[in-house]
């Protein structure tokens, strides 16, 4: 039986408790009648109890079924290899289901990258450090040695690899090596460099970045001077995926803040980058969480 945390316990250990009992698993297959009740039947004749659930079918006829099912691991009457070959075997075989099961006790590694401004990255810091994003992080990359500080403080280590025109190859391929094996999600918290494909091809749909504007509007540099000129009602923030297409990756997260033309340039950066934070850490906490599953150039967001 799981122990319950006591009333005064942190969030890291009331996170800890609750994920200790914890297994999540997705699935994406062709949508058909019978599916719930395969995999429901499948987990309770192994002795598990469901706790969370969420889905969804893209067309009412022939299209996808994406699905998200949180249950208790306790009373299982196996191992937990033997659960996953089982589903294989029994489940997803007939259905032809891609699908993914964890265990929330397996807090995955978070690299961040970053630049100067540091909103975003103290923002995760916080979060993670105090326990309120379940993840560890490895590392912390930067082009710029200014944050060295600030990240060395809650004990982390920080990485300072410059990049110019003439050797951003030979950065990238510095990074990727203490990255090797490191990490399992790599966050660009405002980490102002374009990485390059072959870099991007080694974390597939595990680069989250934050884009300083509302997607698809203002790409490229200084989005807060193209939005006063344009004299924007709303400004935003947009996280998403990193692909080989510029700022086009698949979108996890965005919000917006109402502005007029009373706020100047300055305002609205830091109007924006309040925003920012928020943006990224939900982003951020759902792929931790396993509630992101992408489809094409969309997601399916599985949030609370």
Known sequence: MATQPSSDASPAEIQDAVAATTARLLIVCPDRPGIISAVSTFLYHHGANITDFDQHASDPDAGTFFLRMEFQ?????????????????????????????????????????????????????????????????PMVISNHDDLRGEVERFGIPYHHIPVTRD?????EQQALQLLEGQADLV???????????????????????IHHSFLPAFVGANPYQQAWERGVKLIGATSHYVTDDLDQGPIIEQNVARVSHRHSPAELKALGQEVERGVLLRAVRWHLEDRVIVDGNKTVVFTR
């Open 73 to 137: 691991t306790p009373g299982l009457d196996c191992s937990w290899d033997t659960l996953k070959s089982n589903f294989e075997a029994r489940v997803a075989r007939q259905y032809g289901m891609e699908w993914q099961l964890t265990l929330a006790a397996d807090r995955k590694r978070m690299a961040i990258m970053v630049s100067r401004h540091d909103h975003a990255l103290l923002e995760l810091l916080w979060r993670t450090m105090g326990g309120d994003l379940p993840a560890v992080i």
């Open 167 to 171: 050797n951003k190859v030979e950065a």
């Open 187 to 209: 966050v660009l918290a405002r980490y102002m460099q374009i990485l390059s494909p072959d870099f991007v091809q080694h974390y597939p749909h595990r680069i989250i970045n």
